[in-house]
Each structure stands twice: as structure tokens, then as C-alpha cells.
Nanobody
Framework: QVQLVESGGGLVQAGGSLRLSCAAS????????LGWYRQAPGKRRELVAT???????NYADSVVGRFTISRDNAKNAVYLQMDSLKPEDTAVYYC?????????????WGQGTQVTVSK
């Protein structure tokens, strides 16, 4: 089992910034990819940003140039720096990990952290 613990959500005014953190812990595992997803009320969960073990990154078009994903392999942690926040960024943000616990791969999710951007 792998646990993902998130922190850093909150309330911010439009144009402001927040930094989300997520740390993975648990059984012996290899992280293949880490990422952030979000789900707004009444909407489907959507990808925000991902980073692979090879340090490649992928962003949703709506956050390009405003959000930056990074990782600390020594801490099994992933971060999401969110700048120039907009009200439409309001959602519950979930950390995701694609993990191998030999010989199988698994998906794990954090508990979610609320991000609210006021006008």
C-alpha cells in the first residue's frame, strides 16, 4: 500500500498564488508518474499536470504558463505551484501516483485538497 498526503490548498483572490504538496509513503515501490487532477462541482475529474520518472511534464491547456509541476525524488514528493489563479481554477485538487509494487502497477489517489479562488 502507498499513502499520498496532500497539503497547501486554501482560499485566495484571483491573481494570487498557491503551492500544493503531496508526499508518498508506504511499501517498497517505484514511482512511475506523479500528477495533479482536479474536480469542480458538477464536473468530471480532469488532469491538471503530470510528471514522469523521466522528468517529462504534461499540462492541461487551461493552466499552461500559470502552473508548474515539480518533484523531489528523494522525498517521493510532487508539488504544484499555481500562479495567476482564476475563479475557474476553483476545485478539489487530487494528487495521483502511478506506482509499481513488483510485479504490478497501481494507481493511488490523495484525499483531495480544496482550492477556492475568489473574484
Amino acid at each position: 500500500q502507498v499513502q499520498l498526503v496532500e497539503s497547501g490548498g486554501g482560499l485566495v483572490q484571483a491573481g494570487g498564488s498557491l503551492r500544493l504538496s503531496c508526499a508518498a509513503s508506504g511499501s517498497v515501490f517505484t514511482i512511475n508518474a506523479l500528477g495533479w487532477y482536479r474536480q469542480a462541482p458538477g464536473k468530471r475529474r480532469e488532469l491538471v499536470a503530470t510528471t514522469t520518472s523521466g522528468d517529462s511534464t504534461n499540462y492541461a491547456d487551461s493552466v499552461v504558463g500559470r502552473f508548474t509541476i515539480s518533484r523531489d525524488n528523494a522525498k517521493n514528493a510532487v508539488y504544484l505551484q499555481m500562479d495567476s489563479l482564476k475563479p475557474e481554477d476553483t476545485a478539489v485538487y487530487y494528487c495521483h501516483a502511478d506506482v509499481t509494487i513488483a510485479p504490478y502497477s497501481y494507481d493511488y489517489w490523495g484525499q483531495g485538497t480544496q482550492v477556492t479562488v475568489s473574484k
